[in-house]
């Protein structure tokens, strides 16, 4: 029944109008290229503050979709237009096999534009709607399910799902780093600076090998490798040079690290074992 998919970012927001629009084409971009890769069909329609899919497989586009950097949540969701007796006979229809006598609901709607009734109206149109054809009780505080209904201008979505995203910036929108990838720590340490919209530069040995395919599932593009083994602090730096990087990054603590010409980013240093475990535990899962 979901034709739609909505695709949300949040930290673009806090940047200037300008900033915010080439953010914003990257972040698009960078969508465009690891759906046509996976070779999805889809349609992009971008609104301000919004990005919306149109696809024929809205739940497997949005569950690929949140893995890209920038995008905070993803929502496969069914397109309607925005009438008030239509929104509730269309989230009625969406929503009734997930309802029944015997569960509980609740309706949040939000809304952009200049309507003629309020995102209350909706809820509680929407909420008559499902109570009284499904015989379910409403529960505001802990629902067994979220019926959230968005509308956008002359658009209404109707969607029960949330997938988290994993947020940050779009890929490609800061520095270049050049990362040494030779265990899981290095791993987690690059996928967290490209998780801040760094392009990185690749360096492993032999044993190191399959873990660039886990970095290379968040990037629509070809990451640049360099297979050279282990390199000494020194060697990285004028590898790093030469490749006009502006940093180095590593899962080293910072006292292992030696005084180089380069700043070196070590993002794990402040982390417990628990959380980078956990965080490791999730790169693993995107890859199998």
Request: hydrophobic share 35%; net charge neutral.
């Given at each position: ?172 929108t800061q520095g270049r780093l050049l990362a040494q990838v030779y265990s ?17 530069l690749l360096v492993y040995d032999s044993k190191s090998l399959g873990l ?77």
């Amino acid at each position: 029944m979901n034709d739609s998919v909505i695709v949300r970012y949040g930290e673009i927001f806090l940047k200037s109008e300008y900033v915010r629009k080439k953010f914003t084409e990257r972040l698009v971009g960078n969508i465009k290229g690891i759906l046509d890769g996976e070779e999805f069909d889809y349609k992009v329609v971008l609104r301000r503050h919004r990005c919306y899919l149109k696809t024929c497989s809205p739940s497997e586009v949005a569950l690929r979709v949140c893995r890209v950097f920038g995008v905070t949540s993803t929502s496969p969701a069914l397109e309607t237009i925005v009438d008030l007796n239509v929104i509730a006979e269309t989230a009625l229809s969406y929503s009734k096999e997930k309802i029944s006598k015997d569960s509980s609901f609740a309706v949040r709607a939000k809304k952009t534009g200049k309507q003629s009734f309020s995102s209350k109206d909706v809820e509680v149109v929407v909420g008559d709607a499902i109570r009284e054809a499904c015989g379910a009780r409403v529960d505001l505080t802990h629902p067994d399910t979220t019926v959230y209904i968005e509308v956008y201008g002359d658009k209404a979505f109707v969607f029960t799902d949330k997938f988290a995203g994993v947020g940050g910036l779009p890929y490609g929108t800061q520095g270049r780093l050049l990362a040494q990838v030779y265990s899981e720590r290095d791993l987690l340490a690059a996928w967290m600076l490209m998780r801040r919209g760094c392009e990185i530069l690749l360096v492993y040995d032999s044993k190191s090998l399959g873990l660039h395919e886990t970095l290379s599932y968040f990037t629509p593009q070809t990451l640049d490798y360099l297979e050279s083994g282990v390199l000494s602090p020194e060697k990285l730096v004028e590898v790093a040079q030469s490749k006009r990087c502006l940093g180095i990054v590593s899962g080293l603590d910072p006292e292992n690290v030696r005084k180089l010409e380069l700043p070196h980013y070590t993002p794990l240093a402040c982390l417990s074992d628990e959380i980078v475990s956990g965080k490791i535990n999730f790169l693993r899962s995107c890859v199998k």
